[in-house]
């Protein structure tokens, strides 16, 4: 998990930087932020599922082979607000063709919504390096990791 989250938090730190230089009132600003998000955020989603298919699924089915329950493992990905965030940024792309104080009203919004994604983001990548790494490590051979 860790290797891949250090990319995913580079992206974060990316889009926080850009989000604090972004000129809300600003066609070519906001436009620029718009594509640079969905440009992340669709690599979290790709991150997600590669997540999911490859790790979380298999995890899930070899606790349950073993008799081992855990909601978490089931849950992990339930409550992401990707989609959320990519529809967001899609509003944003209909928002510059609009005036000034829809771009800046929808900048406000855009800022709000990311500060709480990333509030969760952030903590949410970190239970996995720090649940889902040791499980991984005693429930898989490395050969089976590898694979």
């Known amino acids: 998990f860790k290797v891949p989250h250090r990319r995913m938090k580079e992206l974060v730190n990316y889009y926080c930087q850009k989000l604090s230089k972004t000129d809300f009132s600003s066609n070519r600003d906001l436009r620029n932020l718009l594509k640079s998000l969905e440009t992340t955020f669709s690599e979290f ?5 590669i997540e999911n298919d490859c790790i979380v699924n298999k995890l899930a089915s070899r606790l349950q082979a073993l008799s081992i329950e855990s909601e978490l493992v089931c849950d992990i990905h339930s409550h992401n607000q990707l989609s959320e965030m990519l529809e967001l ?12 104080v829809e771009m ?5 919004e855009l800022q709000v919504a990311l500060e709480n994604f990333t509030g969760r983001f952030l903590p949410h990548m970190k239970e996995e390096e720090e649940v889902f790494q040791p499980l991984l490590m005693e429930y898989f051979t490395y050969e089976e990791l590898m694979d």
Do not use: L, P
């Not at 989603?45 to 599922?49: F, M, P, R, S, T």
């Not at 940024?89 to 000034?100: I, L, M, P, S």
């Not at 800046?104 to 406000?108: L, S």
């Open 45 to 49: 989603k790709i991150h997600e599922q």
């Open 89 to 100: 940024v899609a509003q944003g792309y209909r928002q510059v063709q609009k005036g000034e």
């Open 104 to 108: 800046t009203t929808y900048g406000r």
